[in-house]
């Protein structure tokens, strides 16, 4: 089973910035295409970017202009911008994708554990 790692996460000030890095748990996953969701204290889990295997990006409403969403061929990670953060961007961020394992294994729909962002005022 195929798991995703993320990386970046902590506390910060409205306004500032913050990088989160999704890596599969080995070094022969490559992640083709991505998303990131995030889940607030009693909130459902939504949907905040994705990429396509054509390196296509899409956002949330509640993000756009402010996150950017990227993959990183090289460290073959996922990454998540998150610039002019907001409380209400507090969250346990998720990321998931599909991809591929080795020379020709393939994997669809692996998760990550989350990693927590909180935004003060």
């Known amino acids: 089973q195929v798991q995703l790692v993320e990386s970046g996460g902590g506390r910060v000030q409205a306004g500032g910035s913050r990088r989160l890095s999704c890596a599969g748990s080995?070094?022969?996953?490559?992640?083709?295409?991505g998303s990131w969701y995030r889940q607030a204290p009693g909130k459902e889990r939504e949907w905040v970017a994705s990429f396509n295997s054509g390196g296509n990006a899409n956002y949330a409403d509640s993000v756009k202009g402010r996150f950017t969403i990227s993959r990183d061929n090289a460290k073959n990670t996922v990454n998540l911008q998150m610039d002019n953060l907001k409380p209400e961007d507090t969250a346990v961020y998720y990321c998931?994708?599909?991809?591929?394992?080795?020379?020709?294994?393939?994997?669809?729909?692996?998760w990550g554990q989350g990693t927590q962002v909180t935004v003060s005022s």
């Open positions: 080995r070094s022969d996953i490559r992640i083709i295409a």
């Open positions: 998931t994708g599909q991809g591929i394992i080795g020379t020709s294994g393939t994997f669809n729909n692996a």
